[in-house]
């Protein structure tokens, strides 16, 4: 470790600072924009600098080397020893509040203490939210309670290795049994034991069981339960239960995955979560009343998905931008020095626009979220009718902005060479836990198929002359006036042309929908047979979206409250947006608008013209997310841009550099090359 | 694993043999046809059958739960177990040969042997041919001879720290003294260090290095030496010499890649590489006649990558397409049970065009080979002006393969939801290593840019009227001919179609150039400013090969060796790829080329009866890529298509099934619940 200490330079690497010096804005300001206002900047950073400090700051290159076992154990030992030091910080600063305890344990301040992902994630994400919404007051003291108070340890079991998104189909059932006022839990085949959940491998319990429920043999549908599967003292698995590791995957490595097998498993009728949906001691079934608002707890669920994504990319927009600043790299004049890499106009493509879309995707979320209160009172005063248009939206943007970052944060890799195959850069890890959001709380295609068929919903019923919600009523618009009218190309008209090509693609769906029915198919086989042109469809309408909340926040009101200098910036990256994503999007809408070669080639212009003014800014604009290298855990992406020595330092760390020579050689090397003299 | 034998029905998964018995075509004759004949696939089949039998079944899974120190061993000693079958098979069958041993080392038909990486892969693949090409006779007899015999052990060492794609940016230098006939070799920088080779860490003794070659402090350009980096006997580092293991990685985690600083390492004048250039006792330089030859050599490194990622493509393909006839998910009506997810058409899409597209590449790489091996005949009589083209091909077919395929291959695994991130269905395996291809020989950005220089040359001749080379001959026609002239959307019409796009683009770039040139702006800068352009002018011709080398192995001679029911498939396949491919860049084409919105509608349409006129063929087509589970190593992709059981004997295997309660339970989980009550 003395090795250490002398080959990083304490001092900025001069690029980096150059870079810095000659910023057109003040990136404190952009922080505190960003963090959502200067006090909250200051929260975060000094919860960042009392957490960190307490853990092992190499953790993240010791964990690269490490067996799956030794991961599993280190992950559970590090979320306890974070678990621990945040009650304490609550106890210390606010006792009795929740500010610190529990409502940081998956913040994204801390990801990079939750160095392999925490097994209990879950738990707090999800469960301690389903409980409380899914119990009966008394439910809730006799055992919800205990979960939130982490006295006990529980985890949310839905998918089965033979079924994940369909409900319906989970194979898994509960028979009550009035003879002992209980429920009978049975995983009949291999294809119906849960797999997946995150902490059900070796940390739970307890689980929320989603089964089937029968009585008298009378199927009831899916509903909760809460079963014990460890016993509380030894934590062996309970009778008729066979629970484990689900294994080794791309990432979340230590979030301990795992399966579920119930054979005759018996607990209290009391343990179904009755809240809304009960079984009395004589059988008699009460069904729900409307599942709204379960529906309604999802949406704001999907906007963290996608402001999580968001802060992904900009981790990633980070350490790549960093990197882009210190790398010199191919020369553009062979008779000049190599310049850094990021003066590569082509480099600016893979870096600039990947920026611009973490910033999209975070105000998105931001709309969306607060679009979302204002539905919320409406619902509280049995207002339901815009649900369905929350839903899809939220569906919408949890799609776009998982797919999109991952394939950012891939890009962001690549642009980095070589060296953004190595570990200790971060990059690989951020993409292999990024990906998982395109396939986890409801894959993407599934999700966009069901905006689909709201699309024709709505398609359907402004066709009939209904009003439509605020966000589709472009939609009633382009019935009304179905040419584009004007292409001017500001921003509003890009604007308009995303939502006129959704649109279009919307009444290309219907109309194939429908000559299919007209020509005999079933409706069902007919949407299927149309599911590309639906999801299509449907993306255009998420692009739209984030087109028109990314303008509103970046030219509505809220721009009166930052420098002119801050703002300018935040437009390049808004112009930035439309231009690149209307160029990448531009097959839809040239089949719909007409585009004269003169208004593609400024396009094209406005592109290279908009790189090259975020160009001199780029670097300060990502030290404007903020991040501290804790939570970057990057060696390429360090605040010093001492990424060599960083690299080096990282690499002598290997195991395998502890001894000149490894075993292998004396036992295998060494004696076949002997044989072949 | 007394368990592993209960839970795997030792059947065929009834879904997947109906699919078998319903197909169109014999997947022999395609298995043969794929393989480039019945005896080839013998031979192939006898291979695996041979190999495999000494290898571990269960080792791919065992691997997933290693530490690195614990896979960097296991890669050494199987590779080894490997070499030695190898060379025992060839002294057996054809003692003195080389069919089987080196041949067969790093073969695709092994791939699933090496399951690690092959720390052994750099020194058959690149240093043996490298010092075949510039050894004098007697440093091949010296030193060359004993490489390729395997008594030591060689890597090639090039990439630096702070250096890749850019040789004259090499930092380590080799200066000579003549006082005692010796160079003496420095790293001076940590950016200099040698850093990437694949064996270098642990595994190699010798070393091929690229260093600047200095005489009396002149400069004389990059130069290779073959430097001892380890004692024979001991695999002690030799003075002066810091070597070993760079650390983790996305993928390749055992194939050892290291890193080498040399400080003052002295080695003979003799072991400079000096078929081409010398440098006699007294200090004399001697340049190099022409490099020409080197840079051919690249073509068929190029052509065997490209070859590579079409054989990945194709694995992730199988594997995904089994999966998708025995998985059941989401009724498309809901009356009727859940379908085979196959039967969902966006399934479709993201497997069908993944199949056509390995099927594209390899007969791709096939095609250039001819090219290739037609201008080797000429080069022989001393023709070198087809090496600019064939060059660039090979550059852009390096690049569409590895990015195509890498995308494809990430489609794949997200098309199997959840499990396709579970280790044991191998996609992720696949992922990381297919996405290295990306960055490895030519990154490939750079690589297109260079493609798009040349493609400026063509441009430019074509304007002075030269005649360009056949493959570039398109563009000199769409100088004489502007105008698209008929869209008919016929396989020809369609190749047409990216060819005049390609020339298009090209043509706006030439101009964008020129433009900014005329403005002042330097060559060199300009050519910076239109990176974009060039990169997509590069990207549409490299599109255009790939239609035109597919269309002609297709439709052309050989389709007479094949039955008719095999070509039905084979043009589906044909038809698939080049119309989804037409509609993804139809932005590109829409630009150049007026197509009505019939044309639009036809297209659409013709996508989606391609995709379900290879529905009933999809299963028996990748049978026919004729991979054996040893291959695959996939539970979710085997030939039986049991899949849920062997993912789930695939996770008893972990070790944190092996006892019943972790130990962190004890140390933490268990002591903090407690503290909580």
Redesign the interface.
């Given at each position: 470790m003395a090795a250490s200490k002398s080959?990083i330079p304490s001092t900025v690497n001069p690029d980096l600072q150059k870079e810095r010096d000659a910023a057109s804005f003040n990136s404190e300001e952009f922080a505190a924009w960003w963090a959502g206002g200067a006090e909250t900047l200051k929260f975060k950073r000094g919860i960042k600098e009392y957490m960190y400090k307490e853990f092992d700051k190499d953790a993240f290159?010791h964990l690269?080397?490490?067996?799956?076992?030794?991961v599993?154990?280190f992950a559970?030992?590090n979320s306890?020893?974070v678990?621990?030091k945040l009650r304490q910080l609550q106890a210390e600063r606010n006792p009795g509040g929740d500010d610190y305890w529990p409502t940081l344990f998956e913040a994204p301040e801390l990801w990079g203490v939750h160095l392999a992902g925490n097994p209990f994630g879950v738990m707090y994400v999800m469960v301690v939210r389903a409980l409380k919404s899914q119990c009966t007051p008394q439910q809730w003291e006799e055992f919800g309670k205990r979960v939130e108070?982490?006295?006990?340890?529980a985890t949310y079991a839905q998918?089965e290795?033979?079924?994940?998104?369909?409900l319906r189909?989970l194979e898994t059932r509960a028979d009550y049994d009035r003879a002992t006022d209980e429920f009978v839990l049975n995983t009949p085949k291999?294809?119906s034991?849960k797999f997946?959940p995150g902490g059900l491998?070796?940390?739970s319990?307890y689980c929320v069981v989603m089964a089937q429920l029968y009585i008298d043999n009378q199927y009831k549908g899916p509903h909760m339960f809460f079963v014990q599967v460890r016993e509380?003292g030894?934590?062996?698995?309970r009778p008729g239960v066979h629970i484990?590791?689900?294994?080794?995957?791309?990432?979340f490595v230590g979030v301990n995955n795992g399966?579920l097998g119930l054979k005759n498993v018996r607990i209290a009728r009391t343990r179904m979560l009755m809240k809304h949906a009960q079984v009395h001691s004589d059988g008699t079934y009460v069904k729900s009343p409307a599942d709204v608002l379960t529906y309604f707890a999802m949406v704001s669920t999907r906007c963290i998905i996608a402001r999580n994504c968001a802060l992904s990319l900009a981790i990633a927009s980070t350490i790549s931008t960093r990197y882009s600043a210190v790398?010199?790299?191919?020369?553009?004049?062979?008779k000049e020095p190599?310049p850094q890499i990021i003066?590569?106009?082509?480099?600016q493509?893979?870096l600039f626009p990947e920026i611009a879309a973490g910033v999209a995707f975070r105000l998105a979320s931001d709309y969306l979220w607060d679009l979302f209160n204002v539905t919320s009172s409406g619902i509280e005063q049995g207002k339901y009718e815009n649900l369905p248009e929350l839903h899809s939206l939220s569906c919408a943007l949890k799609v776009l902005c998982s797919s999109d970052a991952t394939a950012g944060v891939?890009r962001l890799r690549?642009a980095c060479?070589?060296h953004?195959?190595?570990?200790?850069t971060n990059l690989?890890n951020i993409?292999?836990n990024i990906?998982?959001a395109?396939?986890?709380e409801g894959?993407?295609?599934?999700l966009?198929?069901q905006i689909g068929r709201y699309l024709m919903k709505s398609w359907r019923a402004a066709l009939g002359g209904a009003t439509l919600a605020p966000t589709v009523k472009y939609l009633a618009d382009v019935q009304q006036n179905p040419e584009f009218g004007e292409w001017t190309g500001n921003w509003e008209n890009l604007v308009k042309a995303m939502q006129f090509a959704a649109a279009k693609k919307t009444q290309?769906a219907f109309n194939s929908l429908a000559n299919r029915v007209a020509n005999g198919v079933?409706e069902?086989?007919a949407?299927?047979?149309?599911?590309?042109?639906l999801?299509q469809a449907a993306e255009l309408h998420g692009r739209a979206f984030l087109f028109h909340s990314f303008l509103n926040e970046i030219t509505g009101p809220k721009s009166k409250k930052r420098s002119s200098a801050l703002n300018r910036v935040l437009e390049q990256l808004l112009e930035l947006y439309l231009v690149n994503e209307t160029?990448k999007?531009?097959?839809s809408i040239?089949?719909f608008i007409n585009l004269t070669?003169s208004d593609?080639?400024k396009l094209?212009s406005r592109?290279?013209t908009a790189l090259s003014k975020i160009r001199p800014d780029a670097v300060a604009i990502v030290d404007g997310f903020d991040f501290s290298d804790r939570q970057l855990n990057s060696t390429i992406g360090s605040f010093d841009g001492n990424a060599?020595?960083r690299?080096?330092d990282?690499?002598?760390?290997?195991?395998?550099?502890q001894k000149?020579?490894?075993?292998?050689?004396h036992?295998?090397?060494?004696p076949?090359?002997k044989s072949?003299?």
């Open positions: 080959i290159i690269q080397y490490m067996s799956h076992e030794q599993s154990e559970i030992k306890i020893a678990a621990k108070r982490f006295e006990v340890c998918t290795l033979g079924h994940g998104t369909y189909g291999i294809s034991y997946w491998g070796h940390a319990n509380e030894s934590h062996e698995p484990g590791d689900i294994g080794r995957k791309l990432g399966f790398r010199r790299q191919s020369p553009i004049n062979p190599e003066d590569h106009v082509t480099q493509l893979k891939e690549l060479g070589g953004g195959y190595l570990a200790s690989a993409y292999v990906t998982a395109c396939t986890y894959e993407n295609t599934v966009l198929l290309l079933s069902e086989a949407a299927n047979q149309t599911g590309i042109e999801t160029l999007n531009l097959s040239l089949r070669d593609l080639s094209q592109l290279e060599y020595e690299i080096f990282a690499t002598l760390k290997s195991p395998m550099n000149s020579v490894p075993k292998s050689f036992e295998h090397l060494g076949f090359m072949n003299m």
